[in-house]
């Protein structure tokens, strides 16, 4: 099995005043959303237990979550890793600046577990590149390292942002980034 990868050809300005440039922009190409029912036959299926049951087990837990993720705490997810609540906000050097108006976003944080690191690093990624007209003009397979991206424990990213987190710290700053620089 590989994961998928599409690289369009697209042009990217840089400013309001830039004419742009092309750039092939990669993103992960996803099968569907599956169907919650289906995720419960499968579970139930491979538990050995009722769909009836395994419903229940599943609603149950998503209530839990629900309820403790806001609380602060770090909730494992079975074979997965675990969640918890993080921030985004912006730093000041005197405590009498403090105030809630520095904090820009709040996000759920995932740990994945190492198991599920070892499974996608030993994933072989796939990248078909499309060219401004929608053609296939090439086809790549990884032969990447396999990398996985750790979550940053650090205090601050940029000059003037911090993600804290119940447990520890982890970097915040624009998840999504801008335009990269690098082509393919």
Same mark, same amino acid.
């Given at each position: 099995?590989?994961?998928?990868?599409?690289?369009?050809?697209?042009?990217?300005?840089?400013?309001?005043?830039?004419?742009?440039?092309?750039?092939?922009?990669?993103?992960?190409?996803?099968?569907?959303?599956?169907?919650?029912?289906?995720?419960?036959?499968?579970?139930?299926?491979?538990?050995?237990?009722?769909?009836?049951?395994?419903?229940?087990?599943? +609603?149950?837990?998503?209530?839990?979550?629900?309820?403790?993720?806001?609380?602060?705490?770090?909730?494992?997810? #079975?074979?997965?890793?675990?969640?918890?609540?993080?921030?985004?906000?912006?730093?000041?050097?005197?405590?009498?600046?403090?105030?809630?108006?520095?904090?820009?976003?709040?996000?759920?944080?995932?740990? #994945?577990?190492?198991?599920?690191?070892?499974?996608?690093?030993?994933?072989?990624?796939?990248?078909?590149?499309?060219?401004?007209?929608?053609?296939?003009?090439?086809?790549?397979?990884?032969?990447?390292?396999?990398?996985?991206?750790? #979550?940053?424990?650090?205090?601050?990213?940029?000059?003037?942002?911090? +993600?804290?987190?119940?447990?520890?710290?982890?970097?915040?700053?624009?998840?999504?980034?801008?335009?990269? +620089?690098?082509?393919?």
């Amino acid at each position: 099995m590989a994961l998928k990868v599409k690289a369009r050809e697209k042009l990217l300005k840089f400013s309001k005043t830039s004419e742009g440039e092309y750039r092939y922009v990669m993103q992960p190409e996803l099968y569907s959303a599956l169907d919650k029912d289906k995720v419960i036959r499968e579970a139930a299926l491979r538990s050995g237990v009722s769909e009836g049951v395994m419903k229940a087990c599943w +609603d149950a837990a998503g209530e839990v979550i629900k309820a403790w993720l806001p609380e602060g705490h770090s909730i494992p997810l #079975p074979g997965l890793g675990s969640c918890r609540f993080g921030l985004s906000a912006e730093t000041v050097t005197d405590v009498n600046k403090v105030k809630s108006s520095l904090i820009k976003t709040r996000r759920i944080v995932f740990v #994945p577990s190492v198991d599920l690191k070892d499974e996608l690093k030993n994933t072989s990624i796939v990248i078909t590149c499309f060219d401004r007209n929608g053609d296939i003009v090439k086809r790549v397979t990884s032969d990447d390292d396999g990398t996985i991206e750790e #979550p940053d424990t650090s205090d601050t990213t940029g000059e003037n942002t911090t +993600d804290n987190t119940q447990g520890g710290s982890t970097s915040g700053g624009d998840d999504n980034g801008g335009p990269s +620089d690098e082509g393919l």
